[in-house]
């Protein structure tokens, strides 16, 4: 998935979610970093002002 979002920066988009269920994490990439979030975190994007899902609720029922 790495290379998949890699290359989508690499064509202008600004942000990137990954989302992996196994390890119940997501990753924000954009094209000058890389953040890591826990269940612990929540999900805000500069991008969509105002937007804000703590990271656990995208794991609830899995």
């Avoid at 064509?11 to 269940?39: C, F, S």
């Amino acid at each position: 998935m790495a290379d998949r979002a890699r290359t989508y920066l690499a064509n202008g988009v600004r942000v990137v979610v990954l989302i992996y269920p196994a390890t119940r994490t997501v990753e924000v990439v954009t094209p000058d970093d890389t953040t890591l979030l826990t269940e612990n975190d929540t999900l805000m994007l500069d991008l969509l002002p105002g937007f804000a899902v703590p990271v656990n609720a995208l794991f609830s029922g899995i």
